[in-house]
């Protein structure tokens, strides 16, 4: 009898999905190699190949093309398992599964072409307008430079983003249609037509190999383009799965607060263990000292409430206590940014509290700290832009922004 109600709770334990199996595992592996990434200025093929293992890039990829079709909430807790052990790894784990959601929206042709050898295709996107695109028989030519580009060395397609000349249309460039200037659009352009400028040279977020994408006259024929208002609107092609029909403003700056809340959680787990070991100038433990557990204890709530608002806003994009759209695209953006701040805030105070030794480039706390803070200024995050637009929408202000 008890064998037999065992075999049924066993039976019954609901099963991890391949990304939460093999994230503590990449995890391991982007720790050991987060010194060399950050000398280097880009992750270790080690690194990569253990992202892609873990099943990050196929996570959004569809089902008809041996992808996972997976969900925000566990794609974001793995983010986190990976940033534990190195910020720029889970950074790069973050944007390689969202660039693979984007291909989703190409036409069928297009999204044979880049899966045609499996759903594992390392995609690094270009998501801010810049170059210039051409028309020319059967598709376009496109050129210019892109900056800031994280896993571009490692990517086998880029997506640029770019203006293209079109006619006027009721959304505006912010909103990916068109403007008097033309239309917004994505162009997939392959490993082989790439051109990669060395210019990633930061504070923090090293290993991640940001640098810029530099494209000459290469052609992009119409099945591997896309405009940017069907990302927006969440009009993927062929395939009605709950991570492709969700609109951006659900789920925009997901990518870049996931990653920062396992960097948080690392610069704890360092923090503890650096205290349980100190001892202060006349030999005393330091961990005994009050005010130094207040401070430890006030830094990881942060981090925890920080971690409640960014699975809050991916529980949302999985459709799971979702609120109204028009709250939805003011909210989440709001919670993510505020969240980034509370983690900033909890890892400065952590980094004070290490005193002279913090300083030096051997400690991690500093290295997380660095990771955080060069995040962080990525304008997706700015509490600024969405508090502002949260307000007024909350209060019926005349400049509130309509959902999109």
Not at 33 to 46: F, K, N, Q, S
Not at 82 to 94: I, L, P, Q, T
Not at 342 to 354: C, I, K
Request: one cysteine or more; a negative charge; glycine letters at 10%.
């Amino acid at each position: 009898m008890t064998g037999d109600s065992t075999q049924t709770r066993t039976d019954e334990a609901p099963r991890l999905s391949r990304i939460m199996v093999g994230a503590p595992g990449a995890a391991r592996i982007a720790a050991r190699c987060a010194e060399e990434a950050e000398a280097a200025r880009r992750l270790t093929p080690e690194v990569v190949e253990a992202l892609k293992e873990a099943g990050f890039a196929r996570h959004f990829v569809p089902a008809t093309h041996g992808g996972t079709e997976g969900g925000f909430e566990e794609l974001t807790c793995a983010v986190g398992v990976v940033g534990e052990g190195c910020a720029s790894a889970a950074w790069a784990a973050s944007l390689a599964a969202y660039a693979g959601r984007y291909v989703a929206f190409l036409p069928a042709a297009g999204q044979a072409e880049i899966w045609a050898d499996g759903p594992d295709v390392l995609v690094a996107g270009a998501l801010m307008p810049a170059g210039t695109a051409e028309r020319v028989p059967g598709g376009w030519r496109l050129s210019g430079e892109w900056k800031y580009i994280s896993g571009v060395h490692f990517a086998d397609w880029v997506l640029a983003c770019s203006v293209v000349p079109g006619e006027a249309g009721p959304e505006g460039r912010t909103g990916g249609r068109s403007d008097r200037s033309g239309e917004v659009r994505f162009f997939a352009v392959p490993r082989a037509d790439v051109v990669v400028r060395d210019s990633w040279f930061t504070l923090g977020m090293r290993g991640t190999g940001s640098d810029t994408l530099v494209l000459c006259d290469a052609y992009v024929p119409d099945h591997l383009t896309l405009g940017r208002s069907a990302v927006h609107e969440g009009r993927a092609v062929g395939t009605d799965a709950r991570c492709h029909i969700v609109p951006m403003y659900a789920v925009n700056a997901l990518p870049f607060a996931a990653p920062l809340v396992g960097a948080a959680r690392g610069a704890l787990r360092a923090a503890h263990e650096q205290t349980r070991r100190r001892l202060d100038r006349r030999g005393n433990p330091v961990r005994d000292k009050p005010s130094v557990q207040i401070d430890l204890a006030r830094s990881a709530a942060e981090v925890d409430a920080a971690e409640l608002l960014v699975r809050r806003t991916a529980r949302a994009a999985d459709g799971i206590d979702e609120p109204g759209a028009a709250e939805a695209a003011v909210r989440g953006p709001r919670d993510l940014a505020l969240a980034v701040e509370l983690l900033v805030s909890a890892v400065e105070r952590l980094f004070r509290a290490t005193g002279t030794s913090g300083h030096f480039e051997s400690d991690p706390v500093q290295r997380f700290r660095r990771d955080i803070d060069t995040a962080a200024s990525h304008v997706a995050l700015s509490f600024e832009t969405t508090g502002a637009a949260y307000g007024a929408w909350a209060l019926g202000a005349g400049n509130a922004v309509p959902a999109r």
